[in-house]
């Protein structure tokens, strides 16, 4: 497993492709371009949601910087956890289409459990996330 990692900005690093923070009461999930998301970081991540949030749950908004790559291991993955995650509602900013097609694909496939949506605008997508703030 990759080793995880704090920096001095407040953001958690899960295998040297992942940025995860808080601001303001939403949790941000930030890709980096040309991330390989597997297992292993997709475990990592989710310790990673767990002691940001003190496993509460939160509004949560997922984005890229570039191209990304989920693992069939690592989505399976996700599918099974999503009920231990603290994931109050999700939202997945995606400008670009790729990474659109991507969302669309996990959100029509895998149906998640708690509120899931795709957004082309941050700014959409902060909206709705506020919504769910102290809920």
Same mark, same amino acid.
């Given at each position: *497993?990759?080793? #995880?990692?704090?920096?001095? &900005? %407040?953001?958690?690093? @899960?295998?040297?492709?992942?940025?995860?923070?808080?601001?303001? +009461?939403?949790?941000?999930?930030?890709?980096? &371009?040309?991330? =390989?998301?597997?297992? =292993?970081? #997709?475990?990592?991540?989710?310790?990673?949601?767990?002691?940001?949030?003190?496993?509460?749950?939160?509004?949560?908004?997922?984005? @890229?910087? +570039?191209?990304?790559?989920?693992?069939?291991? @690592? /989505?399976?993955?996700?599918?099974?956890?999503?009920?231990?995650?603290?994931? $109050?509602?999700? @939202?997945?900013?995606?400008?670009? $289409? %790729?990474? /659109?097609?991507?969302?669309?694909?996990?959100? /029509?496939?895998? #149906?998640?459990?708690?509120?899931?949506?795709?957004? /082309?605008?941050?700014?959409?997508? *902060?909206?709705?996330?506020?919504?769910?703030? +102290?809920?």
């Amino acid at each position: *497993m990759e080793k #995880k990692e704090h920096s001095d &900005d %407040g953001k958690f690093v @899960a295998g040297n492709c992942v940025e995860i923070w808080m601001s303001e +009461g939403i949790v941000h999930v930030l890709y980096l &371009d040309g991330a =390989e998301i597997t297992q =292993e970081i #997709k475990h990592e991540m989710h310790l990673i949601f767990l002691r940001i949030t003190a496993e509460k749950k939160y509004p949560f908004l997922f984005s @890229a910087e +570039g191209s990304l790559w989920y693992t069939k291991e @690592a /989505r399976d993955y996700a599918s099974q956890i999503e009920p231990k995650q603290p994931f $109050l509602a999700v @939202a997945m900013f995606a400008p670009t $289409l %790729g990474y /659109r097609l991507i969302a669309e694909f996990y959100g /029509r496939f895998y #149906k998640p459990l708690s509120p899931y949506e795709v957004f /082309r605008e941050k700014e959409e997508a *902060m909206e709705w996330l506020n919504t769910f703030k +102290g809920k």
